[in-house]
């Protein structure tokens, strides 16, 4: 149990295009979506929070314009990176928060398998 | 001072040796303690989660926390090649709050 799968793996675009990535919980209904962002050998950087039917919550010094989160249901959120440029290429990773607790009563999330994004 | 700190590593070990995995913390409020494996270019894998003091254990894998200390850990048994990875520990105050997550520690297992 516990899976959250991302679309696409792997995505490569030209400078100036957009570019959208799906986080799917798949066998839970998640209240929260995280997304993060990671460069080579460094930690993951948060990006913003989302809530299913609100708006997001950018971290500071991340263009909320620029990525884009829409967080349409309980299962479903999608970043989009608008105006792609060669510096955003990274690895974008995914989480969600299940919106019961697992067993033990704890809180965790539970991470997507991440998309690489190369902006030519 | 950061938050969550953890020593980046690279640790490398024997198969078969003992790992100690740490992370330290500041805030006293944390009460929820998970820690990450990551395997490059993957996403981090939850694997192990802790509500407050005490040990867990989960077949090799023994998570400890203390929290008078604010200082948390895991431990690998008859560490295996496979176990190569980052590990992050990970932290949060209640349910529904934000995680904040140590950078990770670069974990090499030669065989």
């Known amino acids: 149990g516990a899976v959250v799968s991302q679309h696409p793996s792997w995505v490569i675009c030209k400078s100036g295009t957009s570019v959208k990535i799906e986080c799917r919980s798949l066998?839970?209904?998640?209240?929260?979506m995280f997304w993060y962002r990671q460069f080579p050998k460094q930690s993951l950087m948060l990006m913003a929070t989302s809530n299913e039917g609100s708006k997001a919550t950018y971290e500071q010094g991340v263009e909320k314009d620029k990525f884009l989160i829409n967080h349409a249901s309980l299962t479903l959120s999608t970043l989009t990176v608008t105006s792609a440029h060669p510096e955003d290429s990274s690895f974008y990773i995914c989480?969600?928060?299940?919106?019961?607790?697992?067993?033990?009563?704890?809180?965790?999330?539970?991470f997507g398998p991440g998309t690489r994004l190369t902006v030519l | 001072q950061k938050e969550v700190e953890q020593d980046p590593g690279p640790l490398s070990v024997p198969e078969g040796a003992i790992v100690s995995l740490n992370c330290t913390y500041s805030?006293?409020?944390?009460?929820?303690f998970m820690w990450y494996r990551q395997y490059s270019r993957k996403g981090p894998e939850l694997l192990m989660y802790t509500y407050s003091s005490g040990n867990k254990e989960d077949g090799r894998f023994t998570a400890q926390v203390d929290k008078s200390s604010k200082y948390i850990s895991l431990f690998i048994r008859d560490s295996q090649p496979s176990d190569s990875a980052t590990y992050l520990c990970?932290?949060?105050?209640?349910?529904?709050?934000?995680?904040?997550f140590g950078p990770g520690t670069r974990l090499s297992v030669l065989p």
């Open positions: 990970a932290m949060s105050e209640g349910y529904g709050q934000n995680f904040v």
């Open positions: 989480s969600a928060r299940p919106r019961s607790r697992v067993r033990g009563g704890t809180d965790t999330q539970y």
């Open positions: 066998d839970f209904q998640a209240t929260t």
């Open positions: 805030n006293s409020a944390f009460q929820y």
